[in-house]
């Protein structure tokens, strides 16, 4: 199956500083999604990007498909930024609702 | 409109048990699907149901199973409960097709002791 690979494993900044962190997968993808796990445990969507750029706020991601890897941007850090975040990959044919997660990146944002 | 709903949020449950898990998805998908997350495995896939069909299965026991209702409600059944099975249970939910954003739910502690 599709492997997915997160980069750093985990995170340690000063509020107000950026951070990118990075997911490499193996396979064709047709679905690719960032999300943030908040401490009770919910996955957060924050983008859904198989390609190219989107921006939201302080957030911001590419994919670049062709190379296999996704990068997520997280601009002018906030201790509410904390968290879990991980890159989940959906390959095609009938995968349908099935997403391969990587290990997530353990992000911490000091005051 | 209302996200994706799952119950209970937490139980504890005895080894050798069996629980059910339920999960309503968001208004108009048709799409649902389940996975276990724990600290060793990570966010693993469990299985994913279309039109009371299940159309994907990850690796995992027979113990495990689901169904999916009419309405696109669904259940996640796990017959004798081992420790191992301690875990949080996350639904999600998405329009039919492929490569579409997918939803979830806020999950289930299970605790096995």
């Known amino acids: 199956g599709i492997q997915v690979e997160q980069s750093p494993p985990d995170l340690i900044l000063q509020e107000g500083a950026n951070s990118t962190l990075r997911c490499n997968f193996s396979d064709s993808v047709n679905n690719l999604q960032w999300f943030h796990q908040n401490p009770w445990g919910q996955l957060i969507n924050l983008f859904y990007?198989?390609?190219g750029t989107k921006q939201n706020g302080r957030l911001s991601a590419t994919t670049v498909a062709t190379e296999r890897y996704s990068l997520l941007y997280i601009s002018s850090s906030q201790t509410t930024d904390s968290g879990v975040y991980f890159c989940?990959?959906?390959?095609?044919?009938?995968?349908?609702?099935?997403?391969?997660f990587g290990q997530g990146t353990i992000l911490t944002v000091h005051p | 409109k209302a996200g994706v709903t799952q119950t209970p949020r937490y139980l504890i449950k005895t080894r050798g048990q069996q629980v059910t898990l339920s999960c309503s998805p968001i208004s108009g998908h048709r799409s649902v699907s389940w996975y276990q997350q724990t600290p060793g495995q990570g966010l693993q896939f469990l299985f994913e149901y279309f039109s009371e069909t299940q159309r994907n299965k990850g690796n995992f026991p027979g113990r495990f199973s689901g169904r999916q209702f009419s309405n696109s409600r669904s259940e996640m059944n796990v017959s004798t409960l081992e420790l191992g099975d301690s875990a949080l249970y996350l639904c999600a939910s998405s329009l039919a097709g492929t490569g579409v954003t997918i939803y979830f739910g806020e999950g289930s502690w299970l605790t096995v002791v």
């Open positions: 990007i198989p390609s």
């Open positions: 989940a990959v959906g390959a095609g044919g009938t995968s349908y609702g099935k997403l391969t």
